[in-house]
């Protein structure tokens, strides 16, 4: 790209330009899609290790999980990033992840159609809720990773893909069910 973003004249977490930090993750992506189209498996290893060290991505991880539905539910250190000096504090933190390992998750029983657990019987479901930084790694990481698994994964998949709904299935199978020659 050919505009750079000057970090040292951002100084708060309302000081982001959104638009710009998502179009230079967007140009990441599309950068790691044409290198793996032609078989350059060193070229994507690097974009990737490029996008996830860039300031914009980062801002994005943290952004994503601070809006997401989960945003004021802690993990096992108890900590939630709710206010904007926190948010800005942890894009700034994560900048170096090459050495980090993840922390314990807390583990949450949900229990089937309200009833108590009973002493020595589990009828519930267990649920593992990672730390915050851990959702903005493994965010940070899923921005770099998402294109390659969109490019390798089947076209006909529909289900928890991104861009793709019930409707595109069901116009998928209307054009294959209607055509003549159909299996």
Known sequence: MKQKLNIHSISNWHDINWLYCQNQVIHYQNEIIVAFNENNIGKVKQLQHNLCNSF???AIAVRT????????TAGIDK???LTAFQKWKNVLDIKNIENYKAKAV??????????PVKPNKMNGTPLGIPTMRDRA???LY????APIAECTGDTHSF???RYRSCKDAIAMLHIRLSNRHRP
């Open 106 to 115: 807390r583990r949450v029983w949900i229990y089937k159609d309200g009833k």
């Open 79 to 81: 900590q939630v990033w």
């Open 56 to 58: 914009a991505a980062r």
């Open 65 to 72: 999980v601070t809006t997401h539905q989960g945003k004021k």
């Open 159 to 161: 289900g928890f893909r």
């Open 137 to 139: 790694i493994q965010t």
């Open 142 to 145: 899923n921005l770099a990773l």
